[in-house]
């Protein structure tokens, strides 16, 4: 990252979206019943949308579709919309695999035929090695980790000895994502391997920070896909699908109320956009490494700023790369960045996220204040180095 250290934005919001970490393995008890070893006994604030534990018990496919579609009571459309879903699932769902480590589990999607699997890092965290579940299989499966970028909370990991008739997840144009469209999200919720629930696209290009800790690499990742879609913990490295079956996103976070003692807002959920997926994840097969991040960058080491009352008030550049966007921009070490477009900057991580939120070589109007006087210039952004 550009930044010296990630800062978490402590301002209150009225949700907060968060992912969870590995769940711990050891029976909990849930809703009256006790559940599989591992799983996930109900939400909290960092218990949202990451790794959560479960077993082969778990294992049967668990739909929002309802019973056979061969009811004549029901109206055409309905039927038509249910066998819609039903070829989806059907189409999508055996891509969908469920990830264990030491300390939890998590879900996957195939990626190709040579047995790679994309995922988040969160749900990778420190380990190396993994099982891996097929969809509607008892069967685990060794795997190790290719490389993951905690900065897209994106990890690929790969079967050592991947079976025949793996079937890769076909990704979609994240150009063609709109408000409204259907969308069906599959994974592993509560350790309920190869679940489904349904919603809608609630928004796109939102820009969400993760805070660091409890798995979470505490990622500022932009343009990503809200859903209405229910996402658990589990859920997360999972596919959100459209009706055309193609996945349009990773499944990464679900927003939780402050106010409610972070108890999970129903049906605010958050993916990673497929073009993000496939981006990393073809760098991250091919090199082992990212080597062009897709983010966009002022070239600058930067600190969130106080003011005189020790209120955070902006971003103050501590060091400017030579021949970068801000050099090339006139900025200097000592001025204090205030906005970004027309986006506010009282902070190191609101500055995160706002360049999150652009492209490289996008062109946007800096406001900074130097000896006290406010001043603009017109940068050209850059891509953000990777390590």
Request: glycine letters at 12%; proline letters at 6%.
């Amino acid at each position: 990252m550009e930044s010296e250290a990630a800062q978490v934005n402590r301002k209150k919001e009225p949700t907060r979206p968060l992912p969870a970490g590995p769940r711990p393995t050891g029976p909990r008890v849930f809703g009256g019943r006790l559940l599989a070893p591992g799983a996930v006994a109900a939400l909290t604030a960092l218990a949202v949308a990451g790794c959560s534990s479960g077993s082969s018990s778990s294992s049967s496919t668990a739909t929002t579709t309802g019973a056979s579609s061969s009811s004549s009571a029901r109206p055409a459309s309905g039927n038509q919309l249910q066998d819609a879903y039903q070829k989806v699932i059907a189409d999508v769902l055996p891509s969908v695999v469920q990830i264990t480590t030491a300390t939890g589990l998590g879900s996957g999607i195939v990626y190709d035929n040579k047995g790679d699997i994309v995922t988040n890092a969160h749900v990778v965290g420190s380990a190396t090695t993994f099982s891996v579940t097929l969809a509607n299989s008892t069967k685990a499966l060794d795997a190790t980790l290719v490389a993951g970028y905690p900065e897209s909370d994106l990890a690929v990991i790969r079967l050592t000895s991947p079976p025949s008739g793996l079937k890769p997840a076909v990704f979609g144009d994240s150009a063609k994502v709109e408000l409204g469209q259907i969308t069906l999200a599959m994974g592993s919720p509560l350790g309920l391997s190869s679940s489904v629930t349904q919603g809608i696209v609630s928004a796109t290009g939102r820009t969400v920070s993760e805070p660091q800790g409890g798995g979470s690499p505490g990622a500022t990742i932009g343009n990503m896909v809200q859903t209405s879609a229910a996402i658990n913990p589990g859920n997360s490295g999972g596919a959100l699908v459209n009706l055309n079956s193609q996945v349009i996103g990773i499944n990464t976070l679900a927003a939780t109320e402050p106010e409610a003692n972070g108890a999970a807002a129903p049906g605010i959920g958050f993916a990673i956009p497929a073009s993000t997926v496939t981006g990393i994840a073809d760098q991250l097969i091919k090199d082992g490494k990212v080597t062009n991040s897709g983010r966009a960058a002022l070239g600058i080491t930067a600190r969130t700023y106080f003011d005189q009352d020790f209120h955070p008030a902006g971003a103050v550049v501590v060091a400017v790369s030579a021949g970068g966007p801000a050099d090339a921009a006139g900025i200097q070490p000592g001025d204090v960045i205030t906005k970004i477009g027309d986006a506010t900057v009282d902070s190191l991580n609101s500055l995160t996220s706002a360049l999150a939120s652009l492209t490289p070589g996008a062109k946007t109007t800096v406001t900074y204040t130097r000896d006290g006087q406010s001043k603009t210039a017109e940068v050209t952004l850059g891509t953000l180095e990777t390590p």
